[in-house]
């Protein structure tokens, strides 16, 4: 019996270890600066196949999806997207991947966000309502990822 109590103690002191509320929104700001970095310093290629390092080599591979099944994977032009939505060409952006704009375009929000968050020292400044969270979580998931993708294993705007 001490044995299963020493687990729910080690189990509850566990749960009860938060962070402070600061590392979560500083860790939003720097995720959505690496995330725009990142896609600055890749640029993409005259074709559109392909994105290119500062170097001017090549980014990337295809990816083992297509090489096994054929067929375009649901993150299939989500690099090329995120390039693109980071010089905003926002068309060429949805074109690559609707679903990689709007993971883009999120990210950069909750950056902002957290900044806001941060600057403010208030830990739930400019908080979005629950349902419009779950909206655009729902309507990315389905209307801007899955969506798209079965079309395109159906031949409907193929990557180039």
Same mark, same amino acid.
């Given at each position: 019996?001490?044995?299963? $109590?020493?687990? *729910?103690?080690?189990?509850?002191?566990?749960?009860?270890?938060?962070?402070? /509320?600061?590392?979560?929104?500083?860790?939003?700001?720097?995720? @959505? +600066?690496?995330?725009?970095? %990142?896609? =600055?310093?890749?640029?993409?290629?005259?074709?559109?196949? /392909?994105?290119?390092?500062?170097?001017?080599?090549?980014?990337?591979?295809? %990816?083992?999806?297509?090489?096994?099944?054929?067929?375009? %994977?649901?993150? %299939? @032009?989500?690099?090329?997207?995120?390039?693109?939505?980071?010089?905003?060409?926002? /068309?060429? &952006?949805?074109?690559?991947?609707?679903?990689?704009?709007?993971?883009? *375009? =999120?990210?950069?929000?909750? &950056?902002?966000?957290?900044?806001? $968050?941060?600057?403010?020292?208030?830990?739930?400044?400019?908080?979005?309502? /629950?349902?419009?969270?779950? @909206?655009?979580?729902?309507?990315?998931?389905? @209307?801007?990822?899955?969506?798209?993708?079965?079309?395109?294993?159906?031949? +409907?705007?193929?990557?180039?």
């Amino acid at each position: 019996m001490s044995e299963r $109590r020493t687990l *729910l103690e080690r189990v509850d002191r566990a749960t009860r270890f938060t962070l402070p /509320w600061q590392f979560y929104n500083g860790f939003l700001v720097v995720l @959505g +600066v690496s995330a725009l970095l %990142c896609a =600055w310093l890749l640029t993409p290629s005259d074709d559109g196949r /392909w994105v290119l390092l500062p170097s001017g080599a090549r980014f990337g591979d295809t %990816c083992a999806f297509i090489t096994v099944t054929g067929h375009p %994977c649901p993150q %299939c @032009g989500m690099t090329r997207s995120f390039v693109h939505a980071a010089r905003l060409h926002l /068309w060429s &952006a949805v074109t690559y991947s609707p679903g990689g704009l709007g993971l883009f *375009l =999120w990210i950069e929000v909750a &950056a902002v966000i957290g900044a806001i $968050r941060l600057v403010r020292r208030d830990p739930l400044a400019a908080s979005p309502p /629950w349902r419009l969270v779950v @909206g655009w979580s729902l309507f990315w998931m389905v @209307g801007l990822y899955a969506l798209p993708w079965i079309l395109r294993l159906f031949g +409907v705007n193929p990557l180039p």
